[in-house]
C-alpha cells in the first residue's frame, strides 16, 4: 500500500482544512486508513481512523465534533476534513494502513504502511 498525504497549510483559529490520503496498491476492502498528528516537541498521536469499507469510524477526544474522516471508494482517497482548528492542532498529519485488524486500532504500531505527512498549522 503506498500513502499519499495532502492539503495541509496554515490557517487561522477557528479555520478549516481538508487533507486527503490518497492510496494505491493492493486492494483495500479489509484496511483501516488512520490520521495521526506530530505536534512540536510532542509524541505521534492518533486523530481518527475509518474502515476502507462499511461505515465504522474512531476518533480521539480531542478533535471529537471538530474533526470528520470519510472516503470516497471511486478515488481511493479518504479524508479528514477539520474545523473550528486550534493552535494546539499544529503539526504534521499522517494518514497510516492497518490491514485486516480486527476493529479500528488508534495504536501506531499496528499501522505498517505509512504518508510521507503534511504540515498544518494554525495561528491564533
Known amino acids: 500500500v503506498q500513502l499519499q498525504a495532502s492539503g495541509g497549510g496554515l490557517v487561522q483559529a477557528g479555520g478549516s482544512l481538508r487533507l486527503s490520503c490518497a492510496a494505491s496498491g493492493r486492494t483495500f476492502s479489509r484496511v483501516v486508513i488512520g490520521w495521526f498528528r506530530q505536534g512540536p516537541g510532542k509524541e505521534r498521536e492518533f486523530v481518527a481512523a475509518i474502515r476502507w469499507s462499511g461505515n465504522n469510524s474512531n476518533y480521539a477526544d480531542s478533535v471529537k465534533g471538530r474533526f470528520t474522516v470519510s472516503r470516497d471508494n471511486a478515488k481511493n482517497t479518504v479524508y479528514l476534513q477539520m474545523n473550528s482548528l486550534k493552535p494546539e492542532d499544529t503539526a504534521i498529519y499522517y494518514c497510516?494502513?492497518?490491514?485486516?485488524?480486527?476493529?479500528?486500532?488508534?495504536?501506531?504500531?499496528?499501522?505498517?504502511?505509512w504518508g510521507q505527512g503534511t504540515q498544518v498549522t494554525v495561528s491564533s
Open positions: 497510516a494502513a492497518d490491514i485486516n485488524p480486527p476493529y479500528i486500532r488508534t495504536t501506531m504500531r499496528f499501522y505498517n504502511y
